[in-house]
């Protein structure tokens, strides 16, 4: 049976810490629009901020949906399943806030993830989440996978971008500036690194 929670803390908040992977899922408000659902899981780009926050890093990729969707309504929801252990399944619904380069804020908050070299990933934006509802389940069903590795590739990839090459990257990608819907995505020029 699931169970609400008030806060993360305690045993919900070491599951949630000890996954190697999790899904973020946002959908902008128009009924026909698009969902978006992504997987995250680099080792030390997430972070519990309190009993009732998260946040994570948001690196360079193909499409910005999370953050257009964020930019227009805010809602989001964070899963984690138990791949490996006892079965069980997380989910934090709650609001969240793409926090870009430029904001005052991001460099207290870049301080969450020390294990994380921010110039490696092109990073964009730290995500906050202020959870709003905290559910578990019980993930019965959720195969058992092994986690081997964080593969390398997104590092080696983005490592060798300055921040004119990585504004040249997010230009000539069609959903960066715009969602799949059309919502304005991730703000160009991107803001230089701190």
């Known amino acids: 049976m699931g169970k609400t929670y008030e806060r993360i803390d305690g ?47 948001d690196f360079a990729g193909s499409n910005a949906e999370t953050i257009a969707h964020l930019r227009e309504n805010g809602r989001i929801t964070l899963m984690w399943c138990a791949f490996q252990g006892p079965p069980n399944i997380v989910r934090v619904h709650g609001s969240g806030e793409p926090v870009f380069r430029d904001d005052p804020r991001f460099p207290a908050l870049l301080g969450h993830f020390p294990a994380i070299d921010p110039s490696r990933h092109g990073l964009r934006a730290v995500v906050v989440v202020t959870a709003e509802l905290i559910r578990d389940t019980c993930g019965y069903a959720v195969p058992f996978m092994a986690y081997e590795a964080d593969r390398d590739l997104h590092g080696r990839r983005f490592e060798r971008e300055d921040d004119a090459g990585l504004d040249a990257y997010f ?24």
């Open 11 to 57: 045993r919900l908040r070491a599951f949630i810490e000890a996954q190697h992977m999790f899904f973020t899922a946002t959908a902008p408000l128009a009924a026909d629009g698009t969902v978006n659902l992504s997987p995250k899981g680099l080792t030390g780009s997430f972070a519990v901020l309190d009993d009732r926050t998260v946040a994570y890093l």
């Open 171 to 194: 230009r000539k990608k069609e959903h960066i500036a715009a969602s799949l819907d059309g919502l304005p995505g991730l703000p160009l020029p991107l803001p230089p690194t701190p």
